[in-house]
């Protein structure tokens, strides 16, 4: 089993930053591929970003892509997400999740555990 708890949510305004962090703890951190997702109101939980165990490669929702960087620290146990030029429609509920497979994935299927979420709110 991996817990994964986020944390760093909070309200900002457009134009704004937030930085989400998600520690892990359990099994092997490293062991594990890292995805961050989202899901607001009415719609599908949906793909942001995912990075490989070692954190060399990452990639990004055409959405998030250019505003928001995944990282990680494996000595730590935590996976971040940086989040800058925030616009109202990134409301939502932050979600990090953990894939114990060995490739990159965007399917929320693949991911075998899933924090509780972060509530992220942008105000125009």
């Known amino acids: 089993q991996v817990q994964l708890v986020e944390s760093g949510g909070g309200s900002a305004q457009a134009g704004g930053s937030l930085r989400l962090s998600c520690a892990a703890s359990?099994?092997?951190?490293?062991?594990?591929?890292m995805g961050w997702f989202r899901q607001a109101p009415g719609k599908e939980r949906e793909f942001l970003a995912t990075?490989?165990?070692?954190?060399?490669?990452?990639s990004y929702a055409d959405s998030v892509k250019s505003r928001f960087t995944i990282s990680r620290n494996n000595a730590k146990n935590t996976v971040y997400l940086q989040m800058n030029s925030l616009k109202p429609e990134d409301t939502a509920v932050y979600y990090c999740?953990?894939?114990?497979?060995?490739?990159?994935?965007?399917?929320?299927?693949?991911?075998?555990?899933w924090g509780q979420g972060t509530q992220v709110t942008v105000s125009s």
């Open positions: 359990g099994r092997t951190f490293s062991n594990y591929v």
């Open positions: 999740a953990a894939d114990s497979g060995p490739y990159n994935s965007r399917r929320l299927p693949q991911y075998d555990y």
């Open positions: 990075i490989s165990r070692g954190g060399s490669s990452t």
